[in-house]
């Protein structure tokens, strides 16, 4: 059914009024731009991987399995949006996005497989879902436990990362995977296989010929450039120092990219969210409340950058420069 999504315009605990100060730090020291952040709302359990589907609306997914869709009431990113369940993995989800036929893809920890979910309106107005394994293993091999997805807009293909549950892939063990699926022929194409330190996060550059990765527990951003197409190479994009590591990337239609430069409640206080240039520098920062950010996406009209951040179990929402 569908509701205002509680905590709409409230801030979290501890706060005394409807918006948080968001502010951008440029390296030229420039006087520091304050900016309105919104939460759009704050949830029961974390949600994590914003995504828009292709009719534009906003979807996250919960820890607890179900996909929740936001909308305004005009259409437009700028009012507060309302919630209703659009569906539910029945998993350990990580990781969502659409294709252009509105088909919902999984990254499920707990079923260590990728899952297609088709949701089918009946003519009585209710809705059902058909789950399938897309994907599930590699060469007879199981695994680990997809992470994040992304899909080509242009060509369908599906990238993901491979590294299972928080601490399963690490710097002592880097076993993590970016894999590739054609849409046409179902064949599953390894980019860096069993090597990586926790991947997490990844988008892909404006023109669909980078796919760039956030390697968490190595700190860094990696590459993957296709040369000739679809023959991928990869190197280090950007090296970050403090904070755990990075989560989530978006990346805005000029190519620079947001990326959640993730910690532990424990370390600080603050989010951060590192603006980077296509050629690699970092040209600003972002800040908001919580530093456990697990999710970002853009929204179409490029006005904003939709944050999930875990502490809070809030989705916020933050203008862009």
């Known amino acids: 059914s569908r509701k205002k999504l509680r905590g709409?315009?409230?801030?979290?605990?501890?706060?005394?009024?409807?918006?948080?100060?968001?502010?951008?730090?440029?390296?030229?020291?420039?006087?520091?731009?304050?900016?309105?952040?919104?939460?759009?709302?704050?949830?029961?359990?974390?949600?994590?991987?914003?995504?828009?589907?292709?009719?534009?609306?906003?979807?996250?997914?919960?820890?607890?399995?179900?996909?929740?869709?936001?909308?305004?009431?005009?259409?437009?990113?700028?009012?507060?949006?309302?919630?209703?369940?659009?569906?539910?993995?029945?998993?350990?989800?990580?990781?969502?996005?659409?294709?252009?036929?509105?088909?919902?893809?999984?990254?499920?920890?707990?079923?260590?497989?990728?899952?297609?979910?088709?949701?089918?309106?009946?003519?009585g107005g209710q809705a059902t879902h058909h789950i399938d394994p897309y994907v599930k293993e590699y060469e007879q091999s199981q695994f680990l436990g997809p992470n994040s997805l992304c899909l080509s807009r242009q060509t369908g293909m599906l990238y993901f990362t491979d590294s299972g549950p928080f601490g399963e892939t690490s710097l002592q063990n880097p076993r993590g995977s970016v894999f590739a699926i054609s849409p046409s022929t179902q064949l599953l194409i390894p980019l860096c296989l069993n090597t990586l330190a926790h991947p997490c996060g990844l988008a892909l550059s404006p023109d669909e010929k980078n796919i760039y990765v956030a390697e968490t527990a190595m700190n860094r951003i990696l590459r993957f450039s296709q040369h000739p197409l679809q023959v991928f190479h990869c190197s280090v994009f950007h090296q970050l120092s403090g904070r755990f590591g990075p989560t989530a990337i978006a990346v805005s239609r000029s190519g620079d990219l947001y990326v959640a430069h993730f910690d532990f409640g424990e370390n600080t206080d603050n989010g951060r969210v590192v603006i980077i240039n296509p050629d690699g520098e970092i040209t600003g920062a972002l800040s908001v409340p919580g530093p456990?950010?697990?999710?970002?996406?853009?929204?179409?009209?490029?006005?904003?950058?939709?944050?999930?951040e875990r502490s809070t179990t809030s989705l916020y929402r933050v203008p862009l420069p």
């Open 8 to 123: 709409v315009g409230e801030a979290p605990k501890g706060s005394c009024g409807k918006f948080h100060s968001c502010t951008l730090r440029r390296r030229d020291r420039a006087p520091a731009m304050s900016q309105e952040l919104q939460i759009l709302g704050r949830h029961d359990s974390p949600v994590t991987s914003p995504t828009f589907g292709p009719n534009g609306e906003l979807f996250a997914i919960s820890a607890s399995g179900d996909i929740y869709r936001y909308s305004s009431a005009d259409g437009s990113y700028d009012n507060e949006y309302q919630t209703e369940s659009w569906g539910n993995s029945s998993g350990q989800p990580l990781g969502l996005d659409f294709d252009n036929q509105g088909v919902a893809f999984v990254c499920d920890a707990a079923h260590q497989s990728i899952f297609r979910i088709v949701r089918v309106e009946t003519d």
């Open 292 to 308: 456990e950010i697990t999710g970002l996406c853009i929204t179409p009209d490029q006005r904003y950058l939709v944050v999930a």
